[in-house]
């Protein structure tokens, strides 16, 4: 079971895992978007994995301490700070396009968060309409998603590939809402990161928040 924080109309109240569908419900939202990383699978060590490949690829070393730390930022942000950390004349774009080539070296590692992926599960049994907003480039996401054999529940899968903002922008939940075709107050969003909750409560829609 796992715990979340409900963000919705301003107020914010504790709500566990058995008891998101009869909240869905009772709040009579039309659609979900569900964060990928860190939400709907567990992804931080193949991620860790295709960073330090990055780094070493310029002969840096990336701590998983450091790492660990920043893993709600998207890519580019995590080199910028990582450049700025090392002091050096860290090639940012070079680092993108190696670790991203190394994702799908590690991508064994990625494993599901089965509770979440059951609520999706559900609601997709229901009709509901489904997407994935994320910080990763979509062909990431859709290493990650097909890893835990997911890809199929979700008819929209936005990410910065997209060529929007990523989060803490709310601009991945505006475009997600405008490609499901529903109110933005009527979506109820599944988030672990703060950067991804405040992007969501920013886009006008009701969050929960998983608790680590």
């Known amino acids: 079971m796992l715990q979340a924080i409900l963000h919705h109309r301003g107020d914010a109240r504790s709500v566990s895992s058995d008891q998101w569908l009869n909240l869905f419900d009772a709040e009579e ?74 994702f799908s070296d590690a991508v064994s590692l990625v494993r599901p968060i089965t509770p979440v992926l059951c609520f999706a599960k559900a609601l997709s049994k229901r009709g509901i309409s489904l997407a994935v907003a994320t910080n990763a480039e979509r062909s990431v996401a859709e290493l990650s998603l097909s890893a835990v054999g997911t890809r199929g529940l979700f008819g929209h899968l936005i990410s910065i590939s997209d060529g929007v903002r990523p989060k803490p922008s709310p601009e ?41």
């Open 29 to 102: 939202f039309s659609a979900a978007i569900f964060d990928c990383d860190g939400t709907l699978v567990e992804s931080a060590e193949a991620h860790l994995a295709s960073m330090q490949s990055a780094a070493q690829d310029q002969g840096l070393d990336m701590s998983a301490d450091w790492y660990h730390t920043r893993t709600g930022l998207d890519r580019r942000s995590l080199f910028l700070e990582f450049q700025a950390s090392t002091r050096t004349a860290f090639d940012i774009d070079r680092a993108c396009h190696v670790s991203i080539a190394c």
């Open 172 to 212: 991945l939940f505006k475009l997600a809402a405008k490609r499901l075709a529903v109110p933005q107050n009527d979506v109820l969003v599944i988030e672990d990161s703060p950067q991804g909750v405040q992007a969501a409560i920013d886009a006008g829609m009701s969050v929960l928040q998983l608790i680590d």
